[in-house]
Nanobody, 125 residues
Framework: QVQLVESGGGLVQAGGSLRLSCVASGRPFSRYAVGWFRQAPGKGREFLVAVYGRGDNPYYADSVKGRFTVSRDNTKNTVYLRMNSLKPEDTAVYYC??????????????????WGQGTQVTVSS
């Protein structure tokens, strides 16, 4: 198993940036693909991006392509989500999730086996 903990959320003005971190503990982190999702109040969970265990070939949702960038440092068991040009509609709880990296990247939350507790991002106008 792997345990995930997100951090880096907070309050930011529109147009600003944040970098979220997802730190893993447990089994070797490079074995896991990681996805980032978010959930706004009253809405379903939205896929943002997924990346393989080696950090290659990330798969972005169209809604964040060009504004959000995923990276990972397996020596630190950490995946990052850099978010630029934030908008009020980006306000949500942001989650990272993990699944076996031998499987194809997925945008479906049901395909992920492990989840963090989430970190709140609030973008003011």
């Amino acid at each position: 198993q792997v345990q995930l903990v997100e951090s880096g959320g907070g309050l930011v003005q529109a147009g600003g940036s944040l970098r979220l971190s997802c730190v893993a503990s447990g089994r070797p982190f490079s074995r896991y693909a990681v996805g980032w999702f978010r959930q706004a109040p009253g809405k379903g969970r939205e896929f943002l991006v997924a990346v393989y265990g080696r950090g290659d070939n990330p798969y972005y949702a169209d809604s964040v392509k060009g504004r959000f960038t995923v990276s990972r440092d397996n020596t630190k068991n950490t995946v990052y989500l850099r978010m630029n040009s934030l908008k009020p509609e980006d306000t949500a709880v942001y989650y990272c999730a993990a699944r076996d990296s031998s499987l194809i990247l997925s945008s479906r939350d049901l395909d992920y086996d492990y989840w963090g507790q989430g970190t709140q991002v609030t973008v003011s106008s």
